[in-house]
Nanobody, 114 residues
Framework: QVQLVESGGGLVQPGGSLRLSCAAS????????VGWYRQAPGKQRELVAR???????TYADSVKGRFTISRDNAKNTVYLQMNSLKPEDTAVYYC????????WGQGTQVTVSS
C-alpha cells in the first residue's frame, strides 16, 4: 500500500505562511483525487482541500482564498500553500486520497501563535 509522508509544518505567527508537502511512495498519477486534511485537538479530522487529476480544486469554506493545493505527479508529491494563517488553523495536517483512503501518515504539526 502506498505510504504518505507529510512535512513542512512548524510554528508561525498569525498572518504568516507555510508550505506543506506530502510525498507518496508510489505514483499518484492514476489517483483521481488527492486531499489535505487536518485534525485539531479534541476535534474530528476534516478535509480542507482536494485536487482532481485534471487540476480542479475544492476547499473548505474556512480556508478558501487562503490555502492553495497543488500536485506534481512526476514527483509523486502534493503541496498545500497556506497563507494568512490564523490561530484556528492550528492542527496536525495529513494528506490522503478522499475516495480511496490508505493508511494515514504521521502528519505534520502546524501551530499558529504569537
Amino acid at each position: 500500500q502506498v505510504q504518505l509522508v507529510e512535512s513542512g509544518g512548524g510554528l508561525v505567527q498569525p498572518g504568516g505562511s507555510l508550505r506543506l508537502s506530502c510525498a507518496a511512495s508510489e505514483s499518484i498519477a492514476s489517483i483521481s483525487f488527492v486531499g489535505w486534511y487536518r485534525q485539531a485537538p479534541g476535534k474530528q479530522r476534516e478535509l480542507v482541500a482536494r485536487i482532481a487529476g485534471g487540476g480542479t480544486t475544492t476547499y473548505a469554506d474556512s480556508v478558501k482564498g487562503r490555502f492553495t493545493i497543488s500536485r506534481d505527479n512526476a514527483k509523486n508529491t502534493v503541496y498545500l500553500q497556506m497563507n494568512s494563517l490564523k490561530p484556528e488553523d492550528t492542527a496536525v495536517y495529513y494528506c490522503n486520497f478522499p475516495f480511496s483512503v490508505v493508511n494515514w501518515g504521521q502528519g505534520t504539526q502546524v501551530t499558529v501563535s504569537s
